[in-house]
């Protein structure tokens, strides 16, 4: 059977990308999972229900379908014993589940009796202005206008990550800090904060050429390598420093309560470049689920 077509809350999920689409994605959207298959004649009458309810609850939730046959150590990891089986995930684990076919109304219902309710559709945002090739100059004119109007909020948190981006921290942690509570789970305060932990790191760190010459003479130095990659972050080396916390994890997947897997999170919410994410993200879960 071909795969699931592209739906907008609604994707097929593999080894692969289950660590970044379903664990990492459910800390900000509960994920429900239908684990099916194509000889499955329940599931070929839940599943449509499952896409129809993503599509009208607007990203209240999102539905990841998992084919038992080509995913078998997914299916082997939660340990399913028939199909279909429903399970919820929230804050990167498994809440709720059951299995067979439920009709749409007990859908709901499990749905309802987790919080989740239909999404109002989010307004068309304008695009995007492009942004000055000065940062310096960008926080400047950030500056004037924040000064301008005191209380817009969203203008001193554009002036923050203007500020991260001329290395000036210590402002930029200040302005954050002071964020309303909307504003401060806002995608670009969140990636923001994950800059500025990378930063707060360095304080009093060796410089990079000391701690390449402490992994030169030991390898397992899991902290050494941690602060290298902090310090390849602060310095825009992004490549460079995912390649230390993905050692860290070939490594001690449990070092410090998982700090490896935890650096690389927080990695991916700094970095721009989808393309690099994307292949750290599969190497992540590969080593995960491996």
Not at 151 to 177: Q, Y
Not at 268 to 278: E, G, N, P, Q, Y
Request: net charge negative.
């Amino acid at each position: 059977m071909s795969p699931t077509p592209a739906k907008p809350h609604a994707f097929d999920a593999t080894a692969d990308n289950f660590e970044a689409e379903v664990l990492e994605r459910s800390l900000q959207v509960p994920v429900l999972i239908d684990f099916w298959a194509e000889w499955c004649g329940p599931c070929k009458t839940v599943g449509p229900i499952l896409e129809k309810l993503a599509a009208e609850y607007n990203g209240a939730f999102v539905l990841a379908k998992i084919d038992v046959d080509r995913e078998q150590q997914l299916a082997g990891a939660f340990q399913i014993r028939s199909i279909p089986t429903i399970i919820l995930v929230k804050g990167g684990q498994p809440v709720d589940g059951f299995p067979g076919a439920l009709p749409e109304g007990q859908l709901r219902e499990f749905l309802a009796g987790h919080g989740i309710v239909p999404a109002e559709a989010a307004p068309e945002e304008p695009e995007a202005e492009a942004a000055p090739a000065d940062p310096h100059a960008e926080v400047q004119r950030l500056r004037g206008e924040a000064e301008a109007a005191p209380d817009n909020d969203g203008l001193k948190l554009d002036l923050a990550v203007a500020l991260l981006a001329t290395g000036a921290t210590d402002e930029a942690s200040r302005l954050l800090d002071a964020l309303p509570a909307n504003l401060a789970t806002d995608d670009r305060a969140l990636r923001a904060r994950a800059a500025l932990g990378f930063a707060a790191l360095l304080g009093d760190a060796p410089q990079a050429a000391a701690l390449e010459a402490a992994i030169a003479a030991d390898p397992g130095d899991l902290r050494a390598r941690h602060l290298l990659g902090a310090r390849h972050m602060v310095e825009g080396r992004h490549e460079a420093a995912l390649e230390q916390f993905m050692e860290m994890l070939r490594r001690d997947r449990g070092f410090e309560d998982g700090l490896p897997r935890k650096a690389l999170i927080e990695a991916f919410r700094v970095i721009d470049d989808a393309a690099l994410v994307s292949r750290f993200r599969r190497q992540m879960s590969s080593l995960l689920l491996s």
